[in-house]
């Protein structure tokens, strides 16, 4: 079972920084790609950012400029960078891997996260 504990999470003002962290069980090279997601209260989960395992990164138009995902592989770790934060960025933050799985002998990734973090809360005021 992969673990996946995000930290990093807090209050800050408008137009402040916060880096949030994901240290995973496994190696990342055990992922297809992992990602961050967000949620805020009364809206749906939606995709933040997403990085593969070969570096490709993709972000939602509403973070681009602001946000940047990386991951250190011997650490074991997923970052996501948050600068210029807005209000509307307050939501439960949410770490999740596309984890490879085998069968007779077949690598397959999965086409949706099937690992999740507990969540890290960002609360930015104005």
């Known amino acids: 079972q992969v673990q996946l504990v995000e930290s990093g999470g807090g209050s800050v003002q408008a137009g402040g920084s916060l880096k949030l962290s994901c240290a995973a069980s496994?190696?990342?090279?055990?992922?297809?790609?992992m990602d961050w997601y967000r949620q805020a209260p009364g809206k749906e989960r939606e995709l933040v950012s997403t990085?593969?395992?070969?570096?490709?990164?993709t972000y939602a138009d509403s973070v681009k400029d602001r946000f940047t995902i990386s991951q250190d592989n011997a650490k074991r770790t997923l970052y996501l960078q948050m600068n210029s934060l807005k209000t509307e960025d307050t939501a439960m933050y949410y770490c999740?891997?596309?984890?490879?799985?085998?069968?007779?002998?077949?690598?397959?990734?999965?086409?949706?996260?099937?690992?999740w973090g507990q969540g890290t809360q960002v609360t930015v005021s104005s």
């Open positions: 999740a891997a596309r984890v490879k799985k085998y069968t007779l002998g077949i690598t397959r990734c999965p086409d949706a996260p099937n690992a």
């Open positions: 496994v190696p990342i090279s055990s992922t297809c790609g």
């Open positions: 990085i593969s395992n070969g570096g490709t990164t």
